[in-house]
């Protein structure tokens, strides 16, 4: 109970198996905000450092998650994709028992940039189909993708759908190409606007973003995308191969 020590562990600790016993006992529900640390200090008569320490500690382990000037709350999710697999999205989210949801953004034909054309090996100028799309875990927003196809490798695609529609289901049963090895980046970026809203619901927020340029068995790239994910909500995971 809060407030009666055990005098065999330190007290940062107690506030912590508090806090994770209060989330499997359901008194602190996922999304929920939890009490304030000024709270906890009055419930556990300790310092502020010390109920720093413990929800610092949660946070590192995708338990808790913070919001600039709203508090701390219970991570929705603590999702894992292990890296060495050419695995879409919903594939992903679906086997760890999730409910997935797709909103197309885009889906057009435009220009290559140098950037763009440099990752699909192709010329700056020429044609690739962009698909944006914001995709849900559980009804919550979790990433931003923005694929960038090689148009000349998959003519006919744009008369696919892709709310439901798995792309990469569409690579291997339509066009019989077999992603064979994903070149990856990753890096952070302050996002404004419409993206920040979307992911972070605030005007500015740090996003993790992932660009994954994926190749055929030939060696040939055939998508190009970047991902700007809410990286409280989704863990990323390697499996590397000595």
């Not at 602190?28 to 939890?34: A, Q």
């Not at 500690?57 to 999702?79: D, H, Q």
């Amino acid at each position: 109970m809060a407030g009666q020590k055990d005098k065999q562990i330190p007290i940062y600790k107690e506030i912590e198996n508090y806090i994770l016993d209060s989330i499997r006992e359901g008194r602190f529900r996922k999304g929920m905000l939890i009490p304030s640390e000024e709270e906890f200090c009055v419930m556990f008569n300790t310092s502020r450092m010390t109920v720093r320490r413990a929800i610092d500690k949660l946070v590192a382990g995708n338990i808790l998650y913070r919001i600039k000037g709203r508090g701390t709350f219970v991570n929705n999710y603590n999702f894992e994709k292990t890296m060495n697999l050419s695995t879409g999205w919903s594939e992903t989210m679906r086997a760890q028992g999730y409910r997935t949801k797709t909103k197309v953004l885009n889906y057009c034909k435009v220009e290559a940039n140098e950037y763009v054309a440099k990752n699909l090996g192709i010329r700056s100028g020429e044609s690739v189909i962009l698909l944006e799309r914001l995709r849900y875990a559980d009804d919550e927003p979790v990433l931003i993708e923005k694929a960038y196809l090689n148009a000349s490798r998959l003519d006919g695609i744009m008369d696919y759908e892709f709310s439901e529609e798995s792309l990469y289901h569409v690579f291997r049963e339509q066009f019989h190409i077999e992603l064979n090895h994903v070149y990856q980046k990753l890096y952070t970026k302050i996002v404004t606007g419409e993206y920040a809203e979307m992911l972070f619901q605030t005007k500015s927020a740090t996003a993790l973003v992932m660009e994954n340029t994926s190749f055929d068995e030939r060696t040939t790239p055939v998508e190009f995308t970047i991902c700007y994910i809410n990286g409280d909500k989704y863990t990323l995971r390697y499996a590397l191969n000595k």
